[in-house]
Every structure is written in structure tokens, then in C-alpha cells.
């Protein structure tokens, strides 16, 4: 080799640690940044001399060349990645089912002073008031008020869910464009760091973006991601273009992303559909696939809001609105069965069905004094507003037998036992979650011990190969300026 060879090697390995010092430097500066992978320079001897061939000098070994980059690595582990989304799309199902379920449970607000049980309670005592005192007009008129405050009391529970159902409809529908235009950035990403590929970069940083972009869309639906490295050229590294789907519990994972042709689909906008005057989700697809039942978000909301299955409403929401319209239905048609059979007028508006009598129920008397509390007409008898009090403590035939109070009571009961699990699995799902993060933080963040200590390695090899400059510099300086003068 020629003595400048010596140069060269020094010049090489002051390029390459300060390559390295710039990465450290990089890394340093991005410790705080969201979604940050560190990343790491891989030296590489370079070939050593002579190579073989016919040509090659005869000498008793093989003298390296010096250092250069291999290549500039993220410190990530893929596996790691595929555990955290997957916990994400349980947490993400998990937290939007807690927050929906803790809506209705506020809503119900039992036991309190201004849920249905409290209104229940008023209408019982002012009709066990009226039996003892079946002559007191004002005994009555309480009755009405209870009344009217009963049926309105219904009606905004029932008109209130009805309303959430509708935010959660919309949620879907905004949580589906936010995914869709995350679709769009990943097609994006995954033509720029083709480009870089193909030409041997590391698109570093491109593949944090996207990453980024994949956790925050593995809450939203379920997914897995393949990589394809077919454009990266041989002895390159990269982690190639990726290919997104959607995991779907009842068949074949249906692309989104395509890493390969560079081809989307979309999620489509919710279809709809309507059974017993409720509008609730019939499918929500992407390439014709109902993707629905893939955990995450959109499905929670689903799940929360309303959907049909087999020619039935399912879901959180609806089957709770379906309890209390027969829970109202049970209520007027009792009253008003035995109202009516003492020959008085109907105390609640006629109800076609239990189907939405929860917002329906009324009361249509106007007149205190119309109200009935004997059965046979006598003004000191109060056998029928007891009787009419007995309907909430009896068994009633419109819930299967179950008294009206009792009725409630499972409700209330169910919506927090929901509530509680649902809870519960967002606390588990979370924590499992959190530690899969943590292992991936304890390999991928950018720990600023660990920075400050290969930045001193870094500077000690940069100064060390100044010095090497500095010694070749000086035998050159030997060679051209002091040999060859003896005879002069």
C-alpha cells in the first residue's frame, strides 16, 4: 500500500466516529420526542489488502484498510411492536366501552334523589297517602304530579340515551375518517422510504413516523403488518414497505395497506339500518368485508351504540332502552288496567306496545279529581289507590313476572355490574399493555446515561485518530523532507 494509505485510514476513521458522534448527537436531541427509536451506527471493517487474485502481492498476511459505516441501525424490536397493538386494540375497545357504560350509569344516577327509583318511590307514597286519606284532595293531586314527574322522568332517561347513541354514531363516523386519512399517510410514508431504499438508506426516521402512525390506527381496529424488502438492494439492510390489514374474527385479514403495489382501500362509511323505529349499524366495510368484528374503537362504539344482528337490535344502549320501555309499559298498563276497571279515565296515554314507551309515556289525566281511589265508589274507602300503589311491589305479567321494583333493581343492578367489568378489563388491559411498552422503551428509548457515555467513547476514538493523522503526517514530512540527503 502507499504511505498515504495511512492518511486515508486516519481520514476514514475520523469520518466514521463522527458519524457516530452526529448519531449520538441525534439521539440526544430527540430523548423527549413521542415515538423516538434511538439509533445506532454499525462500523465495519473494510476489506483488508491484498484481495486475492492472479496479481495479488505475496505477503505473509492480509493488513486492514481502516474502518467505515456499515450502516445507521433503529434499535427495534418488531415482535415487541406486534404485542403492543394488539394490547392497544383491546385497551382502545376496553376504554371507549368504560366511557360509554359510565355515561349511561351517570345517567341512570342510582341510587340518588332525581333517578327513576326516586320518582317511583314519590308515586308509591303519594298513592299510599291517598289510601289513608282517600277524602284529602291534595293527596290527589300529588298523585298527578308524581305521576307527570314519573313519565318525565322517563322520558329524559330514554330521550338522553337515545342522544348518546346518536354521539356514538358520529364518533364511529369521525373515528373512521381519522383511520381512513391515516391510510393515506402510511401509502405516503411507504413510497418515500421506497426511494430511499432503493438507493441503500436506512429511512430512520420515515420509519418512526410510521410506526407512530400504525400504533395510533391499532386502536382503532385490530391489525397486523408485513414487511417487504424486494426493492432494497443486496447487502443492504432496511425494514422494507409495509402491507396493512385489518384481523377480522370470522375470516381472512383484509388489506388496507398494500407495501408491495402501493394499493389502499378505505373503510367505507357506516351502513345503517332501522328496526322498531331505532337506527343502529348494520356493517361498516372495507372491500365489501364487514369489519366489525375487529376489536378496537369503531367496534366498541358499535357495540355501545347499537347494531343488528339476525333481524335484532344487540348493544349496550338499546338493551337498556329496551328494559325500560318495559319497564314503562308494565307501569301504564297496570295502572291504567285497574284506573279503568273502577270505571275512571286512563291515568297514561294508551301505549301501542312496549317499543319506545319509555319516551312516550305521559300522563294524559288532567284533573286531580278524576283520579279514582275506591273500587266501589265510596269517598272513605281507599282500597284502590293501594291496590294502585301494590302494582310496583307485585308480580306483573309483562316482566315475566317480576314486580316493577324489582324489575328496576336489575337493571340498575346489570348496568353496573357492566360498568365494573368493563372497568376491570380496561385495568388489566392496560397494565398488560404498559409493561409490553415498557419493553419496548428499555430497548428503543434513548437512555441519556448510556448517550453520554458512547459520546466520550466516540470523542476518545475521533481524538486518538487525529493523532494517527498527526503520526502519518510526520513520517511523510520524514520521508520526502529528510531521506535521500546523505552525499549532498
Request: hydrophobic residues 35%.
Amino acid at each position: 500500500m502507499s504511505t498515504f494509505r495511512g492518511l486515508e485510514m486516519s481520514r476514514q476513521a475520523l469520518s466514521v466516529q463522527q458519524s457516530a458522534l452526529y448519531t449520538t448527537g441525534h439521539n440526544i436531541s430527540n430523548a423527549n420526542t413521542p415515538g423516538f427509536t434511538r439509533q445506532r451506527v454499525n462500523m465495519q471493517a473494510m476489506s483488508a489488502y491484498p484481495t486475492p487474485g492472479m496479481n495479488s502481492p505475496h505477503i505473509r498476511g492480509q493488513v486492514g484498510t481502516g474502518v467505515e459505516v456499515g450502516s445507521v441501525q433503529r434499535i427495534r424490536n418488531q415482535f415487541l411492536d406486534t404485542q403492543f397493538r394488539s394490547e392497544n386494540a383491546s385497551v382502545g375497545y376496553w376504554s371507549e366501552r368504560t366511557a360509554a357504560l359510565s355515561r349511561m350509569e351517570n345517567l341512570l344516577n342510582e341510587p340518588s334523589d332525581t333517578g327513576i327509583e326516586a320518582a317511583m318511590s314519590d308515586f308509591w307514597s303519594a298513592l299510599q297517602e291517598a289510601a289513608k286519606d282517600p277524602e284529602h284532595h291534595g293527596a290527589r293531586a300529588v298523585i298527578l304530579q308524581s305521576g307527570k314527574a314519573l313519565a318525565d322522568t322517563f322520558n329524559h332517561i330514554s330521550s338522553s340515551m337515545n342522544t348518546i347513541r346518536t354521539d356514538l354514531q358520529k364518533e364511529a363516523e369521525n373515528t373512521i375518517d381519522r383511520a381512513n386519512a391515516m391510510i393515506d399517510q402510511l401509502e405516503s410514508i411507504n413510497a418515500q422510504i421506497k426511494k430511499l431504499e432503493t438507493h441503500g438508506y436506512n429511512a430512520n426516521d420515515l420509519y418512526d413516523r410510521r410506526d407512530n402512525i400504525l400504533d395510533e390506527l391499532s386502536e382503532i381496529v385490530n391489525i397486523e403488518v408485513e414487511y417487504d424488502g424486494s426493492h432494497i438492494p443486496a447487502g443492504r439492510q432496511g425494514e422494507g414497505a409495509a402491507t396493512v390489514k385489518v384481523i377480522i374474527a370470522d375470516g381472512e385479514p383484509v388489506t388496507l395497506v398494500n407495501g408491495v403495489t402501493g394499493e389502499t382501500q378505505k373503510i367505507d362509511a357506516p351502513e345503517y339500518t332501522e328496526i322498531d323505529g331505532m337506527k343502529v349499524f348494520e356493517s361498516i366495510n372495507v372491500g365489501g368485508v364487514d369489519i366489525t368484528s375487529s376489536q378496537g374503537t369503531i367496534q366498541s362504539y358499535v357495540h355501545a351504540s347499537g347494531y343488528a344482528e339476525n333481524g335484532e337490535v344487540k348493544g349496550a344502549y338499546p338493551e337498556v332502552l329496551e328494559k325500560l320501555d318495559n319497564l314503562a309499559y308494565a307501569i301504564v298498563k297496570s295502572f291504567n288496567d285497574l284506573h279503568e276497571g273502577a270505571g275512571g279515565e286512563p291515568f297514561f296515554g294508551e301505549l301501542d306496545g312496549a317499543a319506545g314507551a319509555a319516551g312516550k309515556i305521559a300522563v294524559t289525566l288532567e284533573n286531580y279529581k278524576d283520579i279514582i281511589v275506591s273500587s266501589d265508589g265510596n269517598t272513605g274507602n281507599g282500597d284502590l289507590a293501594r291496590a294502585l300503589a301494590n302494582i310496583f311491589t307485585e308480580a306483573n305479567e309483562e316482566l315475566d313476572n317480576t314486580s316493577i321494583n324489582s324489575y328496576l333493581e336489575a337493571i340498575i343492578g346489570e348496568v353496573g355490574v357492566d360498568t365494573r367489568h368493563a372497568m376491570t378489563m380496561l385495568d388489566s388491559t392496560a397494565t398488560l399493555q404498559h409493561q409490553v411498552n415498557n419493553q419496548r422503551q428499555s430497548i428503543s428509548a434513548v437512555s441519556l446515561d448510556e448517550e453520554m457515555t458512547n459520546m466520550i467513547k466516540f470523542q476518545h476514538a475521533y481524538n486518538a485518530a487525529a493523532r494517527g493523522m498527526t503520526a502519518m503526517d510526520e513520517l511523510i514530512d520524514t520521508i520526502i523532507n529528510r531521506m535521500g540527503l546523505v552525499g549532498r
